[in-house]
């Protein structure tokens, strides 16, 4: 399984999760299988993203298009950092 984690800061939380659920429809198309929001204890607007994807090159592609560049300004993302991982091994305690 390919899994991208996604680390930003966001101007206003209730307005990026507005254009998250709206670009619901690409993120399918671009090849996001599944997904989990989380957010740190202490600030609400730092948001985790944690996604699986079809293949890595697939979600390079998605989060390096023009189109969503352009809706993560508009929906106040700031510096978000990019970290693709591959499964080594999954388990439950």
Not at 14 to 31: C, E, L, P, S
Not at 33 to 55: A, G, P, R
Not at 65 to 78: D, N, Q, T, Y
């Amino acid at each position: 399984m390919n899994y991208v984690l996604i680390i930003h800061e966001v101007k206003d939380y209730h307005i990026w999760k507005t254009f998250f659920d709206n670009a619901a429809d690409i993120r399918k198309q671009g090849g996001e299988i599944s997904y989990q929001l989380l957010k740190y204890q202490d600030n609400s607007n730092k948001i985790v993203h944690f996604s699986s994807w079809t293949s890595l090159e697939d979600a390079k592609k998605f989060f390096e298009s023009p189109e969503l560049i352009r809706i993560r300004i508009e929906a106040g993302v700031k510096a978000p950092e990019f970290i693709y991982l591959e499964q080594l091994e999954k388990g439950t305690l």
